[in-house]
């Protein structure tokens, strides 16, 4: 049975390029936006999935990431959200191209700046406001914790009573240079 895409808002012709001309019927929409035929199987198989567990349990909102690709040949990335109505479907599509592109950028610093504070010997605590937020080997190590038991604690709960103040002072006012406290 053929289904026609019967309405798109302008967001979705300016996301995807494509009018309701061009995007007759779901199956042709597909083939252009999944051309490859090992994904596009895979897109319609995770949809009669869906289409299933919403006969069963009536209407279900069910979300999923989907890399279409545009007119125009660059890929998206969208959040696709599907409530069955009846014989139709109402679908949602978010473009969160750039939100995911921000997430790999994060995971790949949080990555190199874990690689780079591995490879030293010194210490080395993060920290707001002196809560403890992320710590290296050598900090567990110098200090005699492990990496749970330093992480959500304040800085001054590991140093001697006669640095406390300086290393708070120090903290709390976003000091950066070297300074000198006793463990």
Not at 102 to 111: F, G, I, V
Not at 158 to 173: D, F, P, Q, R
């Given at each position: 049975?053929?289904?026609?895409?019967?309405?798109?808002?302008?967001?979705?012709?300016?996301?995807?390029?494509?009018?309701?001309?061009?995007?007759?019927?779901?199956?042709?929409?597909?083939?252009?936006?999944?051309?490859?035929?090992?994904?596009?199987?895979?897109?319609?198989?995770t949809?009669?999935?869906?289409?299933?567990?919403?006969q069963?349990?009536?209407?279900?909102?069910?979300?999923?990431?989907?890399?279409?690709?545009?007119?125009?040949?660059?890929?998206?990335?969208?959040?696709?959200?599907?409530v069955?109505?009846?014989?139709?479907?109402?679908?949602?599509?978010?473009?969160?191209?750039?939100?995911?592109?921000?997430?790999?950028?994060?995971?790949?610093?949080?990555?190199?700046?874990?690689?780079?504070?591995?490879?030293?010997?010194?210490?080395?605590?993060?920290?707001?406001?002196?809560?403890?937020?992320?710590?290296?080997?050598?900090?567990?190590?110098?200090?005699?914790?492990?990496?749970?038991?330093?992480?959500?604690?304040?800085?001054?709960?590991?140093?001697?009573?006669?640095?406390?103040?300086?290393?708070?002072?120090?903290?709390?006012?976003?000091?950066?240079?070297?300074?000198?406290?006793?463990?």
């Amino acid at each position: 049975k053929e289904r026609n895409i019967l309405i798109a808002n302008r967001a979705f012709i300016n996301t995807f390029g494509y009018t309701l001309d061009e995007i007759p019927t779901v199956e042709i929409w597909r083939k252009k936006v999944y051309p490859d035929k090992e994904y596009r199987k895979k897109v319609i198989e995770t949809w009669i999935a869906v289409a299933k567990k919403a006969q069963e349990k009536g209407v279900e909102i069910e979300k999923q990431i989907l890399e279409p690709i545009c007119k125009d040949g660059t890929k998206k990335i969208v959040e696709v959200t599907s409530v069955p109505l009846g014989e139709q479907n109402i679908v949602t599509m978010l473009d969160i191209t750039e939100q995911k592109k921000a997430e790999e950028a994060l995971k790949e610093s949080e990555e190199k700046n874990r690689a780079l504070s591995e490879s030293t010997e010194e210490a080395l605590f993060f920290s707001d406001k002196g809560l403890c937020l992320e710590c290296n080997r050598a900090a567990c190590e110098m200090f005699g914790y492990k990496y749970d038991e330093l992480i959500g604690i304040f800085g001054t709960e590991v140093i001697a009573e006669e640095s406390k103040e300086i290393v708070k002072k120090n903290m709390l006012s976003g000091y950066e240079e070297p300074y000198e406290a006793i463990a």
